[in-house]
């Protein structure tokens, strides 16, 4: 089973950027797709990228962060990360880290991380 560890979130301004980092370990990387979701308070976790085990030439992301955010990895640091930028408040949410098959929909993952939390305010 893979252990994922998410870090790198923090409070920011509007406009501002971050990167998120994930960390896996305990099992083989390469073969899964790696995804980021996020959840605000009181809402729905909701998709924001995901990225097949070859990288990049196979990537999609959540219609409200195209633009903004890229996913990438590292296959040989076991590593994904989550680069942010023209952070809103609407962006405000703990970010978790996933892996599994790729797919716009949570149950299609079968790894989660502890998330980290992502605050943009004005």
């Known amino acids: 089973q893979v252990q994922l560890a998410e870090s790198g979130g923090g409070s920011v301004k509007v406009g501002d950027s971050l990167n998120l980092t994930c960390v896996a370990s305990?099992?083989?990387?390469?073969?899964?797709?790696m995804a980021w979701f996020r959840r605000a308070s009181g809402q729905e976790r909701e998709f924001v990228a995901a990225i097949s085990w070859r990288g990049a030439d196979a990537a999609v992301y959540g219609d409200s962060v195209k633009g903004r955010f890229t996913i990438s990895r590292d296959n040989r640091k076991n590593t994904v990360y989550l680069q942010m930028n023209d952070l809103r408040p609407r962006d405000t949410a703990v970010y978790y880290c996933a892996s599994g098959t790729l797919s716009f929909f949570d149950r299609n993952y079968d790894n989660w991380g502890q998330g980290t939390q992502v605050t943009v305010s004005s």
């Open positions: 305990g099992s083989a990387f390469s073969p899964y797709a």
